[in-house]
């Protein structure tokens, strides 16, 4: 997730997540934009060339839409996950176990540290 600075979140996959989906082929929602919607709901789908899945919304509050880049080029979720190829955004507030793109990549970069001193 990464805050957009007006209470909107962006919302995408992790790096790991795009090599299990592959390609991205489509993304589809449910909700127009200003619809409420609520942390652990059905959003819409995604669609790779290795899988499809659901997908679900990360927090309460007003579905602000897809990401309309998808439309034009969606293989940019696989490339540049963290920046340009987000799925959707939320305007509200998230869970608080929920952690943001620099939280994450922190993580992952502690993870890697600490799996590389124990010889993985």
């Known amino acids: 997730m990464a ?43 995604v669609e790779g060339f290795k899988a499809a899945s659901d997908l679900f919304c990360v927090m309460d509050g007003e579905f602000a839409g897809g990401n309309p880049i998808l439309e034009v080029d969606a293989c940019v979720v696989k490339s540049s996950p963290y920046v340009d190829g987000w799925l959707y955004a939320v305007k509200g507030d998230p869970e608080e176990s929920s952690v943001d793109v620099d939280g994450y990549i922190d993580h992952l970069d502690k993870l890697i540290n600490k799996m590389q001193e124990e010889g993985y």
């Open 3 to 45: 805050n957009q600075g007006d209470g909107t979140w962006r919302v995408g996959f992790s790096k790991f997540a795009t090599r299990m989906l592959g390609e991205l082929v489509e993304a589809r929602y449910d909700f127009e934009v200003g619809d409420v919607v609520k942390s652990g709901q059905e959003i819409g789908y």
